[in-house]
């Protein structure tokens, strides 16, 4: 009997394979499907998730060794109250998606860099968004997000 | 003579409209439901639209649907797949429909016959839809203007409507769209005929930014695409093809897989052929052994476990090496069929001072949707039921049902979000898989495709060839062209799907001397369209080789370019399919201005390229930016386009194609190619297949040239021009021609 903290709270994942791996335990038996399935070897970033605020991949990780860890998914990124996150505003005011399946892994690292640099750099973006493949290639809007996410943090947005 | 048709082939030409669409009467009767023997034009469709529909709304048409609290209901009948469909085309109807937009709620329509052409492909969406959408909400407002005119006992000519409020000036009264949604909705439908439409002027919607509709859901991770449906009770599966294209199951390891942790049942599906070839009204399913467990991750794992034998004595023994010999021996050399000539296009060549012979290539490439192949299908009492992400939903049904021989009536499809399609979802191989499989399973079965399932089992933007000969004259004109198709074909009568020139009017129309041979290669490897099929990879070749030709005519390249193109006409009056020189030079001007063409010393290591390309009606010009160091490393620090393809929907979407086609472009250029060895695709996921990164981002200037034409698509023409800017900026910097796609091969990197 496998259980995770998954965005604040405790879920059981029942007799599962202690090696399934996250993006799967997430997607499949507990409906968290914000996390995607892009490649499953650490290629694309369409699985991001944070691992104790640090952004991972989920199809490497083995659920049976993530007992006592925290885990946030694109599905808690917004606060309790429901109020978005600086960068989800941002994704959708700024009309980042083109098909949209990369971006949740991409709102994920972006989160991870905001919460540790909240004025980042095109230099820190690069740095920090580069695990993450958008094949629609909406590169150029996701880094102007970011900045616009970060204006809106210095100007008292949540995060 | 010209058969340049045989050069080419676009299995998407079937689907197209036979004609030119003037919607007439009967057509609009019928796809909208909007006639005068239509009483109450509520469409009836064999299922449902939505759990959530609200129960006391007026269906008036196929698109629309008004509750009397106001919510406007709109229903977008094509996928969507990142094009920004789901949000362009119900613009079309609010905007005429002269509706509020914050009341507009946009839902996927059923798939149904009355949808008509339900498919996202060849940019055409937009072009076919955009009559009746516009009639759709043209007709409805007529209505509830009549509604509200009879409310107040005014003459209809009296009122005029306003952002989802009807408006009698004379008497300064107002009322909502919802609280005449009822009484509009017992109104005889108006004729098309008597419809009156916006000017371009009066637009509130079309032309501005709309964000995408379903730009909320994605960010938060809600449920929406294909691969995230769970229903009740379901299960889950793998399917395991031959490596080698066309291998059939000869025998499996079924007892040791039925064994595994997690894994219901496990099958061999004998196929209905051993190579598929790109078809998504057919039936072909390729042999495999389908694997049904509780989870993806059980499913995936007993793969591991699986031994198979394999027939592979019909299987396809293609490799990728004996094609770029056999085009080695062709080079400098016509082919033997000759699909065009006018004039003495070779005896000009040969005769002429200056002149250049090239041979150009470019591999195979594999669409790399981000979300891998996946399917729900459901088997109950002979009625299936499909889930798909599919690009030919108005497909689905007549696949499925000729493939488990059914009535069409007997098949249910519901349209989900693509992760991305390209292309790749066209054809519904991967829905006639899960459809087999779930006929076996007494519960909803979603199939879900590995990442290598979907780089291994493509139909691939197919490689190929061109040798090209050309030849100014002592003005440096360009005077005559001779271009050699070298294609893969499959049946060894035609290109394959996607090869081929693509029968456009350049340049043979402004030249006396012109012609244009083929060799077929054979191949067994499946093809398909890729964005742009054919002007993927033409518009690398054909506008490089321009730019050759400008080089040793010693001209400018934007001055011969648009010389090329000669006097400014349309080639077919009123075909959109048919270049209209005017708007290509319009374009190509416009975008040398905002690049500064000419106008500025470029720093050393550093130039500008040119290209221009017309394809699926649009017009896109670009100028690219590049610098390139002595190892080889290139920076695009900027690409400028200018397009024309007619007036534009939804500004932001546009935008945002245009952006995805360039960095679409940069990354094809630079590293994207599928190889085979014997019959087996050797790249399997991305680390062997290496998409751009964020930091190879340039600046991209986009820019939309105000048109009066009809509008048309923008998913494809936003791609082409892309390679050619690039590598004529490398050759202008380096002296370096770049031939050969991906240009990682030459030893690039960016």
Same mark, same amino acid.
């Given at each position: ?49 944070? !691992? ?30 429901? &109020? ?5 505003? &941002? ?57 616009? &996410?970060?204006?809106? !943090?210095?100007?008292?947005?949540? &995060? | 003579?010209? @058969? ?53 709304? #007026? ?7 008004? @509750? ?35 009341? /507009?709620?946009?839902? @996927? ?27 759709? $909400? ?111 199951? *000869? ?11 997690? #894994? ?70 016509? $082919? ?8 003495? %296009? %070779? ?118 060839? =061109? ?60 093809? $398909? ?8 990879? =033409? ?64 720093? *050393? ?13 649009? =017009? *896109? ?6 610098? /390139? ?31 995805? $086609? ?62 050619? %800017? ?25």
């Amino acid at each position: 009997m496998i259980s995770l903290s998954i965005n604040g709270s405790s879920q059981s994942l029942g007799d599962i394979d202690p090696e399934t791996p996250l993006l799967w335990a997430l997607r499949d038996t507990l409906g968290l499907v914000g996390t995607k399935y892009g490649c499953g070897i650490a290629q694309c970033g369409a699985c991001t998730v944070h !691992l104790n605020g640090v952004p991972v991949r989920a199809c490497q990780l083995q659920v049976g060794n993530l007992e006592g860890q925290e885990i946030t998914t694109i599905e808690g990124v917004a606060s309790e109250d429901g &109020a978005l996150h600086v960068l989800q505003e &941002a994704w959708i005011e700024h009309d980042v998606p083109q098909c949209g399946y990369c971006q949740a892994g991409q709102i994920m690292s972006a989160a991870a860099l905001l919460a540790a640099n909240t004025k980042p750099s095109d230099e820190d973006i690069n740095t920090a968004m580069a695990g993450n493949i958008c094949r629609c290639g909406t590169y150029t809007r996701i880094v102007e997000a970011i900045h616009i &996410a970060a204006r809106k !943090l210095d100007q008292g947005g949540t &995060a | 003579m010209n @058969n340049l048709q045989n050069g080419y082939n676009d299995p998407l030409d079937a689907f197209e409209p036979k004609q030119a669409r003037q919607l007439s009467r009967r057509e609009f009767i019928k796809l909208s439901g909007m006639g005068a023997g239509l009483a109450l034009a509520v469409v009836s469709v064999p299922f449902s639209k939505s759990a959530t529909a609200a129960t006391d709304g #007026v269906e008036y048409n196929l698109f629309i649907q008004i @509750n009397s609290d106001g919510v406007i209901r709109i229903y977008s009948p094509n996928p969507e797949v990142g094009q920004g469909i789901k949000t362009a085309l119900p613009m079309v109807v609010a905007e005429e429909l002269d509706a509020n937009w914050s009341d /507009v709620v946009i839902e @996927n329509s059923p798939i149904a016959d009355e949808y008509g052409r339900q498919v996202a492909g060849g940019s055409r969406s937009v072009p076919t839809r955009w009559d009746e959408l516009r009639a759709a $909400g043209a007709g409805v407002r007529a209505m509830l203007i009549e509604a509200a005119a009879g409310e107040w006992s005014v003459p209809s000519s009296e009122v005029t409507t306003n952002q989802s409020m009807l408006i009698h000036a004379f008497s300064d009264r107002r009322i909502s769209y919802g609280e005449v949604a009822n009484l509009a909705g017992e109104l005889s439908p108006p004729m098309v005929d008597s419809l009156t439409f916006k000017n371009p002027e009066e637009y509130r919607l079309l032309g501005t930014r709309i964000t995408g509709t379903d730009n909320m859901a994605l960010v938060t991770g809600k449920p929406i695409f294909g691969i995230d449906l769970q229903l009740p009770n379901m299960l889950y599966a793998s399917y395991t093809k031959c490596p080698t294209i066309g291998g059939r199951v *000869v025998k499996a390891n079924l007892d040791e897989i039925k064994a595994l942790p997690g #894994v219901i049942t496990a099958f061999v599906l004998e196929g209905t052929v051993g190579v598929t070839s790109f078809d998504p009204r057919g039936v072909s399913v390729a042999p495999g052994v389908a694997i049904v467990a509780e989870s993806t991750w059980q499913s995936f794992k007993a793969r591991d476990s699986l031994k198979i034998g394999w027939d592979t004595s019909e299987a396809s023994s293609d490799s990728w090496s004996d094609y770029v010999e056999a085009a080695e021996e062709l080079r400098g050399k016509e $082919g033997a069929a000759v699909l065009l000539e006018q004039g003495t %296009a %070779a005896q000009v060549i040969n005769d002429a001072a200056t002149k250049v012979s090239s041979q150009y290539g470019f591999g195979f490439v594999s669409h790399a949707q981000l979300e891998p192949q996946s399917c729900v299908a459901h088997w109950r009492e002979n009625m299936m039921e499909i889930w798909s992400t599919s690009q030919t939903q108005s497909e689905v049904r007549g696949s499925v049902a000729a493939l488990l021989d059914m009535p069409k009536e007997n098949v249910i499809a519901h349209q989900y979000r693509g992760g991305g399609g390209f292309g790749r979802r066209l054809d519904n191989d991967y829905v006639r898989e899960a459809a087999l499989i779930a006929q076996r399973v007494d519960a909803p079965v979603k199939l879900q495709w590995s990442r290598e399932d979907d780089m291994a089992f493509d139909f691939f933007r197919v490689g190929g060839f =061109y040798n090209m000969q050309a030849s100014v004259d002592e003005n440096g004109k360009l005077n005559a062209w001779n271009s050699h198709a070298i294609c893969l074909s499959a049946d060894g009568e035609k290109p394959n799907s996607g090869a081929g020139l693509r029968p456009m009017d350049f340049p043979r129309e402004m030249l006396e001397h012109f012609k244009h041979t083929q060799t077929l290669l054979p191949s067994k490897t499946p093809t $398909g369209p890729w964005r742009a099929p054919s002007s993927n990879s =033409y518009a690398f070749v054909e506008q490089s080789f321009v730019h050759e030709m400008a080089v040793v005519a010693q001209r400018d390249h934007l001055e011969f370019l648009i010389e090329s193109l000669g006097e400014p006409k349309w080639f077919k009056e009123g075909d959109s399919a048919s270049l209209n020189t005017a708007r290509a030079i319009n374009v190509i001007k416009t975008v040398a201005e905002r690049a500064g063409w000419g106008t500025k010393q470029q720093p *050393v290591g550093r130039a500008l390229g040119l290209s221009f390309y017309f394809c699926h009606a649009g =017009y *896109v010009a670009e100028v690219a930016d590049v610098s /390139v160091d002595k190892d080889k490393k290139i920076t695009v620090h900027k690409v400028w386009m200018a397009v024309d393809v007619g007036p534009v929907l939804n500004l932001s979407a546009a935008e945002n194609q245009c952006q995805g $086609g360039v960095i679409d472009g940069i990354s094809t250029l630079m590293g994207l190619e599928i190889t085979m060895t014997k019959g087996r695709v050797d790249q399997s996921n991305f680390d062997e297949y290496p998409l751009l990164r964020i930091s190879s981002r340039p600046k991209i200037d986009v820019h939309f040239v105000k048109s009066e034409y009809s509008p048309t698509g923008l998913g494809e023409p936003a791609f082409p021009p892309l390679a050619a %800017a690039v590598c004529n900026a490398i050759y202008s910097v380096t002296g370096d021609r770049i031939r050969d796609l991906p240009i990682r091969k030459a030893g690039y990197t960016i």
